[in-house]
């Protein structure tokens, strides 16, 4: 098990910044990639961002790519998503997984989190 729980989330406006956590816990953290995804009312879950276990390697939506940054803290066991240059369709529940490999695909990942809720108010 990798319990996950995100937190960062909140109402902001158009252009504003957020910087979302997903924090674990349990020693095998490291191992683990980390991907973020997010659902809006209505619409299906979609891929925002991932991550390798090591960090070094990384994938974005081309919606968010340029103005969200991944990024991870393996001493600390958490990872980040920098949200830059937020924009109303940003707004969704964005929720973290942990997997085996970095990827785009929900499949891949064995472990979800919760969800913490993002709203950009034009």
């Known amino acids: 098990q990798v319990p996950l729980v995100e937190s960062g989330g909140g109402l902001v406006q158009a252009g504003d910044s957020l910087r979302l956590s997903c924090a674990a816990s349990?020693?095998?953290?490291?191992?683990?990639?980390i991907g973020w995804f997010r659902q809006a009312p209505g619409k299906e879950r979609e891929f925002v961002a991932a991550i390798s276990w090591s960090g070094g390697v990384t994938y974005y939506a081309d919606s968010v790519k340029g103005r969200f940054t991944i990024s991870r803290d393996n001493a600390k066991t958490t990872v980040y998503l920098q949200m830059n240059s937020l924009k109303p369709e940003d707004t969704a529940v964005y929720c973290c997984a942990a997997g085996a490999t970095a990827s785009r695909f929900q499949n891949n990942y064995r472990y979800w989190g919760q969800g913490t809720q993002v709203t950009v108010s034009s």
């Open positions: 349990g020693r095998t953290f490291s191992n683990y990639a």
